[in-house]
């Protein structure tokens, strides 16, 4: 037989690919490599491989749309935003073979409909709304037109009880320098109907809890997001008496988990006009701050809700001492005293499910649970054994199943 004829093009670090049977059509593969996953719907052929633990999804599609989206999501993911990774691509595969994209599978994510079957999470609705929108906003923020959002073309990671959304489909987006407000619009019209066509399927299939209901879920997603537009970029006038506005609306967007590098302010009349330039609005504010400070990277939930123990931490500690201690100095003795010893008491079967991050948040809430129940402040030890001893015997595995096909 002669050799098979390709080009292959794949990011260092990751593997060469090259021992998968290219010159054959992607769902006739019969190699040792496969997995199954759990995984949305596509319009195209996709297989999982995995290399030592790894795992990669390969999407067969025509090569000017594969090149086109791999383009894409490298641009994307050099800004920041929550895509997949892009490592590879394989083009003249001969015998009019299409070519196929390779991704780096997301890890501890879960597709749309997966949330909808075992356990799922609490307040389901708001969690997904929140999620999506805020992705679609993130990336309208920079310019990135969509094209066809929906909950199929989004992976799901938990984030401190929450969810965060991540772009995995960039076939039929566009970037350009920023949108118009016809093109946001455009982008929100398609995210609706396919959202509400979508949960439809998963009510016919396997039921929708009962405060989930398409047509609401469609609009609700239109208002949740012109709600967030409107407060991460409106104009904002107030008096020179009333200049604590700027504070407040600088603290509401930190809330909501963004940055602000830079602020215009003109001076009218009436007093002073605030404008934010939606390319210096940064998300990712408590995601950052715990960064700098501990080294750990999170989702944004996570990471405000660490840093509400940081600060817990802190003030605990400077009472105990009797001195004012610095922040850097807290965060160091936070993450040797609070975070690893909490983490290294969780038996890896625990720990593989989630994210250490995520593992972190859930013994946090446990011990709001215990000392809300004991009257008192259980201490996070205590909170450990107890996470431990209620989670391990009875908690199915969170990760998605992998089995050879």
């Known amino acids: 037989m002669a050799p098979a004829r390709f080009h292959l093009v794949a990011r260092t670090g990751h593997p060469d690919f090259l021992d998968l049977p ?52 490298r641009r994307l993911e050099s800004q920041g935003l929550p895509v997949v990774e892009a490592v590879g691509m394989v083009t003249d595969r001969g015998d009019d073979l299409d070519a196929v994209l390779i991704t780096r599978h997301l890890e501890f994510s879960l597709p749309y409909r997966a949330l909808f079957s075992g356990q799922g999470i609490p307040d389901l609705r708001t969690h ?77 299939e396997v039921g929708l809890p009962a405060d989930l209901d398409p047509d609401e879920i469609g609009e609700e997603i239109v208002r949740r997001y012109v709600s967030l537009w409107d407060e ?18 600088l603290q509401r967007l930190n809330e909501l988990g963004f940055d602000v590098e830079e602020l215009q302010l003109d001076a009218t009349l009436e007093g002073y ?21 501990t080294g750990l990277d999170a989702q944004e939930r996570q990471a405000q809700r660490m840093l509400n123990d940081l600060a817990r931490f802190r003030e605990s500690l400077e009472r105990r001492e009797k ?44 011990r709001w649970f215990l000392s809300e129940r004991a009257k008192k402040d259980v201490g996070i030890d205590e909170a450990v054994r107890s996470y431990v001893a209620s989670e391990l015997p009875r908690r199915p595995p969170e990760r998605i199943v992998i089995a050879p096909e």
């Open 22 to 73: 290219w010159e054959e059509p992607l769902e006739q593969w019969k190699s040792e490599r496969l997995v199954s996953l759990i995984r949305g719907i596509s319009r195209h052929v996709v297989r999982f491989v995995e290399y030592d633990g790894a795992l990669y999804a390969l999407k067969e599609l025509p090569e000017r749309p594969a090149r086109r989206e791999w383009t894409l999501l």
């Open 323 to 366: 001195r004012t201690l610095s922040e850097s100095v807290v965060a160091s003795r936070w993450r040797q005293e609070v975070f690893e010893p909490t983490i290294a008491a969780v038996p890896a079967e625990l720990q593989g499910r989630l994210p250490a991050a995520e593992v972190f948040h859930q013994v946090l809430e446990h």
């Open 128 to 204: 997904l709304l929140n999620a999506l929108v805020e992705l679609l906003a993130r990336l309208h923020l920079r310019g990135f037109f969509w094209g066809d959002c929906s909950l199929s073309n989004a992976l799901f990671r938990r984030d401190a009880g929450a969810l965060t959304a991540y772009l995995v489909d960039a076939e039929t987006g566009e970037l350009h320098g920023s949108l118009s407000d016809g093109q946001r619009g455009y982008d929100l019209d398609i995210a609706q109907v396919n959202i509400v066509g979508e949960l439809l399927d998963v009510d016919a």
């Open 232 to 249: 991460l970029t409106r104009e904002e006038t107030f008096g020179p008496d009333e200049r604590f506005k700027i504070e407040e609306r």
């Open 273 to 293: 006009r605030l404008r934010l330039d939606p390319l210096v609005v940064e998300p990712g504010h408590h995601r950052h701050r715990l960064l700098r400070l």
